[in-house]
């Protein structure tokens, strides 16, 4: 299984609303994280997770809130969301043992806050 | 800091043409470089990588080598297929930062038949 399993694949919220985005690997890879991509443009790093523990925060609102419950999932809680974070949410994971590995990419959740 | 800075798109192609994609970067240390593909509605996926100075990556017709005396990874392909549609991003990955890809603007290829 060499798959990062991000769900849901679409989710309209309100501003008010409090929803979760979720992740999922089985390829035991200990660094995951969370990006944000608008359209037509490069993925923003959010959040990097290194054996369950927050080690990256590129200063990112705290109505997101990640969460790493276990060494496969990876959650993204989000509350009180603006239109303007209206965007594509992807996870990644990375076998952390060798520096130069790739991250493998889900196909992520198209978000919209209306 | 690191950047890295990617010819500007769209750029459309006939099917067979060659195509080149510019990529340089600036980093302080011996950074690993990447090019990952996205195509529409999906996530990256890992095209190629070249992890020191005159490494060719190489995959699916697609190359690219790490030049460190231009700091470039121009990404080149022979002849284009409709299928090689998509967005392709450069990134650079330094050692010591978590994974943490920095990455180009990306370049939308169109491909026409």
């Known amino acids: 299984d060499t798959e990062v399993t991000q769900t849901p694949k679409h989710l309209v919220m309100g501003m008010t609303n409090k929803k979760s985005l979720k992740c999922e690997q089985h390829?035991?890879?200990?660094?995951m994280y969370w990006y944000k991509q608008k359209a037509k443009k490069p993925p923003e790093l959010m959040f990097v997770y290194s054996y369950e523990k927050l080690s990256i925060n590129e200063s990112v609102p705290s109505r997101f809130s990640p969460e790493c419950p276990n060494s496969s999932l990876l959650n993204l809680h989000l509350h009180a969301l603006q239109p303007e974070d209206s965007a594509l949410y992807l996870c990644a994971s990375r076998d952390d043992r060798s520096p130069n590995e790739k991250l493998f990419f889900g196909s992520g959740t198209q978000l919209s806050v209306l | 800091g690191n950047s890295v800075t990617q010819m500007e798109g769209p750029v459309t192609l006939s099917e067979e043409a060659f195509l080149t994609i510019n990529c340089t970067y600036t980093a302080t240390g011996y950074p690993s470089l990447f090019w990952y593909v996205q195509y529409p509605g999906e996530g990256l996926q890992l095209l190629l990588k070249a992890t020191k100075a005159d490494d060719k990556g190489s995959n699916k017709g697609f190359e690219a080598t790490y030049r460190k005396e231009t700091t470039s990874f121009h990404l080149e392909k022979g002849s284009v297929q409709v299928s090689d549609s998509a967005v392709y991003f450069c990134a650079l990955s330094e050692q010591n930062q978590g994974g943490k890809l920095i990455f180009g603007q990306g370049t939308e290829l169109s491909v026409k038949p």
């Open positions: 390829m035991g890879h200990r660094a």
